[in-house]
Structure formats: C-alpha cells, structure tokens
C-alpha cells in the first residue's frame, strides 16, 4: 500500500470511527456513563495502518556486546515497547522475531542471508506500511555516543520517515548525530517499502549504555519513536 493510500483508508476508517463515536455518546450520553478512556477506544486514529518493527540481529548473532549488555536482548525489549505504544493508537503491529531465535531454518547453509531474507519478505507484505528495524550501535572510539537514523536513499519516503523520528527521538537521546544514508544494509536496500533503520545508542559508550539500562529511559525512547511515525504520517496526510 502506499503511503497516498494509507492517508485514503485512514479518511475512511477516520469516518467510519465519527459514526461509531456519535453512537457510543449516543448511547451513553443516555444512561450518564461517558468516561476518556471509552472515547479514545472508539477513536483510534490510525487504525489499520501496519508497521513491521524488526528487531536486529538474534541466534547466536548477539550483535555488539559490552560489559555483560548483548544488543539482541535490548533490540527485542525496544520492539515489544514500540509495539505496545502503537497498538494503544490502532496500529497492527508485526514482529520479525518476538524471542532470542532468529529466522533461518535448522541446518541453513548461509544462516545469516536466510535470517535477512526471512526478514524482508515480512516487510514486503502487502499489507505492510512502514517498518523499523531497531539496533544499538557500537565504535571502536567510545566517546562516540546518542542515537542515529538511516534510510535508503531512492526512497524520500524514507528519508522523510527517518528525520521525523530523528527529531522526536533526540529530545530524549540529545544526539548530535545526523540523519544518514544507509544504502549498503541489506534492511534497507531490498524492501520495496517505507522504512528506517535505528540505532538507538552506542552500547560502546558508557553514559548511553546506562541510560540503556534504564527501563523508564527505553520506555521515553519508543514513545519518541512512536510520535515521530505519527508526525510523519500526519504530515503526508496534508500534503
Ligand atoms: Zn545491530
């Protein structure tokens, strides 16, 4: 689907929703019971729209590691907050993997291209709208620290996705690191679908593996992410 027709089906669904809400006031208007969380269950604005969220690396692929800290175990607790904040909103949300595995079948002669093409054949449903493929970041200079996007570059879509989560996620993250191309990942050059790839923080650096470590600080991370997403499709709906 593309985005044009995301912001179509979301006029339609917003319609649908309107009509569904005057009767939920309807009904309960009458009998005095009206409460916000029943209106914000009757309205979720972004019903319908799918986002993959792919957590990087798994298997015996931990990614970077430093200090007893594996990028795998992080990358699959960012997914599953990321998830959690969409679906509050009416987004369906698919994983590409919701446990330590990663996607090659037993045996697989080249474990590590399966795992990739698994992946990108979840993100090429037709389904799919968006999706994020989430990691931490490692250097071999470890002042080097805070969060980073990467998009495709034949895909403006993807860059516009990639510097509305950019500017929300560095509220939290006070990166200085800029909006990159990532034309050499495989995540991000064989999808035919709006995407980014984010690094959340540089495992390598000891200031952002604490602030990783934190539970509240991961749980202010996905809610950026999720407000960068929204703010990116509201922004193609009026353009
Ligand atoms: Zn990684």
């Known amino acids: 689907m593309t985005t044009y027709n995301i912001v179509v089906n979301k006029m339609k669904n917003k319609t649908k929703v309107c009509i569904f809400l005057a009767a939920v006031l309807a009904i ?8 916000y969380t029943m209106l ?6 972004y019903n319908g729209v799918t986002v993959v969220l792919d957590a990087g690396h798994g298997g015996k692929d931990l990614g970077c590691e430093y200090e007893g800290i594996n990028e795998s175990d992080l990358n699959i607790d960012m997914v599953n907050k990321i998830k959690k904040e969409l679906e509050t909103i009416g987004f369906i949300v698919l ?4 446990d330590e595995h990663d996607l090659a079948s037993e045996g697989a002669t080249n474990r590590k291209r399966e795992d990739l093409n698994n992946r990108v054949d979840i993100i090429n449903q037709e389904k799919v709208d968006i999706y994020i493929s989430v990691h931490m970041n490692a250097y071999v ?7 980073q996007l990467f998009y495709f570059s034949e895909n403006e879509d993807s860059k516009q996705l990639a510097n509305h989560i950019d500017e929300s996620i560095k509220k939290v993250s006070e990166s200085e690191l800029k909006v990159k191309q990532g034309d050499s990942y495989y995540i991000l050059n064989k999808p035919k679908k709006v995407g980014v790839l984010l690094e959340c923080a540089f495992l ?4 952002d593996r604490e602030k990783m470590l934190s539970e509240e600080y991961r749980e202010h ?3 950026e992410v999720v407000v960068g997403i929204v703010s ?3 922004d193609k709906h009026y353009e």
């Open 28 to 35: 309960n208007i009458k009998f005095g019971s009206i409460t």
């Open 232 to 234: 990116y499709l509201n």
């Open 221 to 223: 991370l996905a809610n």
């Open 141 to 147: 200079t470890n002042e080097v620290k805070g969060s």
């Open 204 to 207: 390598s650096n000891a200031s």
């Open 40 to 45: 914000y269950d009757a309205y979720k604005p």
């Open 95 to 98: 994983l590409t993997r919701s």
